[in-house]
């Protein structure tokens, strides 16, 4: 059996940004505060870190502080993904020598791969790596669907341990259960279907809704792990309204904004990413507030 890197939930954390570029002391903060609301594991340089908008050094950056400022309290996952392979391995390497303890491969996008030319991709960025590498299926985003069937094949690779399922398709989720069993752990990669995944035999989620709510995210992991489904179920429900306003624009532009009015830096992103929304913004605020998040009132 395959090493797991985390059980319960890891949080795909945003990367708060000002003028001047990354602001580090906010992520520094917002870094002990998902720490110490009780996440299970850090995923950071992925898509909700605004990966595709930094430039190499500062992605490099990221992921040296993010390491260096968890000192081991949990595991840190770097996004090292690309649709350049080359690309990909020198990013994924650097992680490595940084002392990231996973790595995230999205699926090669723009590209239009086959099958055999993913597996191929996957395989050898994980040559490259000396941790565990973690796939990640986002066909909404990159136009390609990793296949249950590929993904036997590269659970084959000792380094490749785990797939975030985004593709929404839980007949999909439960073929790669079945085709893969032990030798690749599932994390959700949707949170509005932590418990449907988890009922597959997932063991988690990589979540943006954590970034807001951490510990309410890894105990509805854990209360289904161990066993209390209905709290789960419960817990899966009633966060079913700010999953939403979460996902009301294309993610990170709502949870950017989320994390800004909790105090973690200013609600700046990167064009082509603009802000959110006032009205939608509200919406998102007032569920959040009924969650029992502090907010902070705009000046």
């Given at each position: 059996m395959k090493p797991i890197i985390f059980e319960g939930a890891a949080t795909a954390i945003v990367t708060p940004m000002n003028e001047r570029g990354v602001d580090f002391e906010a992520f520094g903060r917002l870094i002990d505060a998902q720490i110490a609301g009780g996440i299970d594991a850090l995923v950071v340089a992925g898509t909700t870190g605004e990966n595709a908008t930094l430039t190499d050094p500062e992605h490099h950056e990221v992921i040296r502080f993010a390491v260096e400022k968890v000192?081991?309290?949990?595991?840190?996952?770097?996004?090292?993904?690309?649709?350049c392979t080359d690309h990909a391995i020198d990013m994924t390497k650097f992680a490595c020598e940084a002392g990231a303890d996973a790595v995230l491969l999205v699926c090669p996008y723009y590209n239009k791969a086959t099958q055999r030319g993913a597996i191929a991709a996957f395989n050898a960025i994980a040559d490259a790596s000396t941790v565990p590498c973690i796939l990640y299926n986002v066909p909404s985003r990159t136009g390609f669907n990793l296949t249950p069937e590929s993904c036997l094949?590269?659970?084959?690779?000792?380094?490749?341990?785990a797939i975030k399922e985004a593709s929404g398709n839980l007949s999909q989720v439960a073929k790669i259960a079945h085709l893969c069993g032990d030798d690749l752990t599932i994390y959700s990669g949707n949170d509005d279907q932590i418990v449907p995944i988890l009922s597959l035999g997932g063991k988690g989620v990589i979540s943006v809704l954590s970034n807001v709510l951490p510990g309410e995210t890894s105990k509805m992991c854990h209360d289904y792990l161990h066993g209390r489904t209905k709290e789960a179920l419960d817990a899966q429900l009633r966060y079913l309204p700010l999953v939403d306003a979460l996902f009301s624009e294309v993610n990170p532009i709502p949870v950017k904004a989320a994390v800004s009015a909790m105090g973690y830096g200013r609600n700046i992103l990167r064009l082509?990413?603009?802000?959110?929304?006032?009205?939608?913004?509200?919406?998102?605020?007032?569920?959040?507030k009924q969650a029992g998040v502090r907010v902070q009132e705009e000046k």
């Open positions: 000192n081991h309290r949990v595991p840190v996952i770097a996004g090292t993904g690309s649709n094949e590269l659970s084959k690779h000792p380094r490749i341990v082509p990413l603009s802000p959110m929304d006032k009205t939608l913004e509200a919406k998102m605020l007032d569920l959040m």
